[in-house]
């Protein structure tokens, strides 16, 4: 019986976490659950899964649950010390981080430090903070098991293959619900086109980056520290029918790629069960009815994300922390309909424009980057 801490119960990632595990209840225990303030669906997942311990981030909100589920023997925790301690839950063999955005980090680094491996949804751990994640696991011994669709499919490519003969990891993306259109076109589009993602049910933000293609940028600054690769080794193709989640190429010119119908239930069970697989029931492919799978170049100057992200990841230091940050801020603006869709990646440029890097930062260095750069996207917008 495999014990689970999952951090994100409520989004995407971790209600599809819970329905694989439901798929497989005589091999995966949730022992931890952990969401921002969704209350309702919380008490539900409490109730039906009785972990040992749940974290509500919001005060408020772990106070009402505390009443809500007094009949029960559930420890109800909050904040990033209730996160942390969570992460950390003795009893507990992994923890699949699917909360978004850079609170991801400490409770991840917990994890490792009380030897947990991580099952990683969560793309800002690394983006931000790869140079101190990926050595503390090796540190400790601890895997770090991907659980995003590209990477997910990245490491089914490497799995018994000679990884020194990696020559180069290809990304795909779907290319969103813009494809094909110009920076003017780009202007007039509002936040519920924005949400109508062409392939994949995602959550908000994770949707609105697909559009703009700074998620790709997000998931190459990820790739370089999972797979421990330069830049020049990562190439991005838009694939627009999600079929093919990600490519290796080797030294001899092989390519190796996976395909699955758009699901992210099979990149969260290959995490949960490696290095086994299992049976899920998921849609097989159908290559005769699929017909045809076309790949084209990533338009880079209608949707500048993906060159600002590889911009910061080439600058490294403290500029992925920024770009990650004036990206976030930006999202939630667009969100609101405070701004326009083409002035997120106009004011991610900006924001980095204005930053002074730091070398090598460290947590408190990366988080107050996120802070500063936060101020400063706000002062400007009053």
């Given amino acids: 019986m495999k014990k689970i801490v999952l951090l994100g119960s409520t989004g995407s990632i971790g209600t599809q976490t819970l329905e694989v595990c439901a798929e497989h209840e005589e091999e995966l225990k949730i022992v931890g659950l952990a969401a921002d303030k969704n ?3 919380v008490e539900e997942q409490t109730r039906r899964w009785r972990p040992e311990a749940v974290c509500m981030y919001r005060e408020d909100a772990a106070k009402d649950l505390a009443l809500r589920v007094r009949d029960l023997p559930v420890r ?5 010390d209730g996160l942390i301690e969570l992460a950390s839950l003795s009893g507990a063999d992994i ?6 955005g850079m609170i991801g980090i400490r409770p991840t680094i917990a994890a490792i430090e009380s030897g947990k491996d991580i099952a990683l949804a969560n793309k800002e751990t690394l983006v931000c903070a790869g140079h101190i994640i990926m050595p503390l696991a090796r540190e400790h011994g601890v895997r770090i098991l991907p659980v995003d669709s590209e990477h997910s499919a990245i490491w089914q490519c490497i799995m018994g293959n000679q990884r020194s003969r990696l020559e180069k990891i290809i990304i ?34 994770v949707t609105i980056d697909s559009a703009s293609l700074v998620n790709k940028g997000l998931e190459v600054m990820e790739a370089r520290w999972l797979f421990d690769v330069t830049l020049d080794r990562i190439e991005v193709v838009v694939q627009p029918e999600s079929i093919v989640h990600s490519m290796v190429q080797y030294a001899d010119g092989s ?6 119908h758009p699901t992210m239930k099979l990149p969260i069970q290959v995490a949960l069960f490696y290095p086994d697989r299992r049976e899920a029931p998921t849609k097989r492919l ?3 009815e699929l017909g045809a799978i076309t790949f084209e170049r990533p338009d880079m100057e209608n949707f500048p994300g ?8 080439s600058e490294g230091g403290s500029m992925p922390t920024v770009f990650n940050a004036a990206n976030e801020v930006l999202v939630r603006a667009f969100l609101e309909e405070k701004i326009g869709f083409t002035d997120i990646t106009d004011g991610i440029a900006e924001a980095m424009d204005g930053h002074r890097r730091i070398d090598a930062p460290d947590v408190e260095q990366i988080l107050a980057a996120q802070r500063e750069t936060e101020e400063r996207i706000r002062s400007r917008r009053k």
């Fill in 39 to 41: 209350v309702d669906l």
């Fill in 76 to 80: 109800v925790l909050t904040g990033m």
């Fill in 95 to 100: 923890v699949l981080t699917a909360v978004v």
């Fill in 172 to 205: 795909t993306a779907s290319g969103g619900p813009f494809r094909g259109r110009t920076r003017e076109e780009l202007r007039q589009v509002r936040p519920q086109d924005a949400l109508k993602h062409p392939n994949w049910n995602m959550g908000a933000k």
């Fill in 255 to 260: 390519v190796i790629a996976q395909l699955s």
């Fill in 286 to 288: 159908d290559f005769a």
């Fill in 306 to 313: 993906l060159g600002l992200a590889l911009r910061a990841a």
